[in-house]
């Protein structure tokens, strides 16, 4: 079965921290795996897009890894901001047009 | 603005009611998708059109689900007899669909629906 699963649920860090989520797939084929944000009550916001043979793409202070062979990725802040407190979802293309969501990790950045 | 924008941005109904909802993607955008999410979760998929033609749908969207594109443009998605169990908010996508592209969807505001 298609799955994306993401942890942590949710995330709490003090402004000006890093931190890093976790998304662990087992989407077959595979086609491109996207980091979207959303912020609550709004649509979500493409952040990166990978396919097969990225290993890392960075977007501001938004750095995505992806390890194809595990089926891993992760998204990395780095010094955060009030503004990142939202809800991060991975997803992931397979074959044809439907893309499979994860639940997604809410972070809440404090000051 | 020329984002993805749905129409109304919050729907209150009661039960066994119709409502209707509206899409409109970037101008030009060839596909379109509708998704569904509820509290705590990530949006399910729901529909997808290219054009004006539905190409695909979800076993999520129930007899009482109808989607339309009829000119390629704009979409409407109305839902029959409500039960609250269709409260969620419900998401518009549209994307340009081209060959060896990554066919990012870019997202609305969602139509929040609550049944009483």
């Known amino acids: 079965k298609n799955q994306v699963e993401q942890s942590p649920q949710s995330l709490i860090i003090l402004e000006g921290k890093n931190c890093t989520l976790q998304?662990?797939?087992?989407?077959?084929?595979?086609?491109?795996l996207r980091w979207y944000k959303q912020d609550t009550g709004r649509g979500p916001v493409s952040l990166t897009i990978?396919?097969?043979?990225?290993n890392t793409k960075s977007n501001g202070r938004y750095t995505a890894t992806l390890d194809a062979d595990t089926k891993q990725s992760s998204l990395h802040i780095t010094a955060s901001q009030l503004s990142d407190s939202a809800s991060y979802i991975c997803v992931v293309k397979g074959a044809g047009t439907a893309l499979i969501f994860g639940k997604g990790t809410t972070l809440s950045v404090s000051s | 603005d020329t984002g993805v924008s749905q129409n109304p941005r919050h729907k209150i109904t009661k039960r066994g009611q119709n409502v209707t909802f509206r899409c409109d993607p970037i101008?030009?955008?060839?596909?379109l998708y509708w998704y569904r999410q509820t509290l705590g979760q990530g949006p399910e998929f729901l529909t997808y059109?290219?054009?004006?033609?539905?190409?695909?749908k979800s076993r999520l969207l129930s007899d009482r689900f109808s989607a339309e594109r009829p000119k390629g443009s704009f979409s409407t998605l109305e839902i029959q007899r409500t039960e609250q169990g269709d409260s969620a908010m419900y998401l518009c996508?549209?994307?340009?669909?081209?060959?060896?592209?990554?066919?990012?969807?870019?997202f609305g505001p969602g139509t929040r629906l609550t049944v009483l």
């Open positions: 990978m396919t097969f043979s990225e």
């Open positions: 996508a549209s994307s340009l669909g081209s060959p060896g592209g990554t066919n990012e969807q870019f």
């Open positions: 059109f290219q054009n004006e033609a539905q190409l695909e």
């Open positions: 101008s030009e955008h060839n596909r």
């Open positions: 998304c662990n797939y087992t989407v077959s084929p595979f086609s491109n």
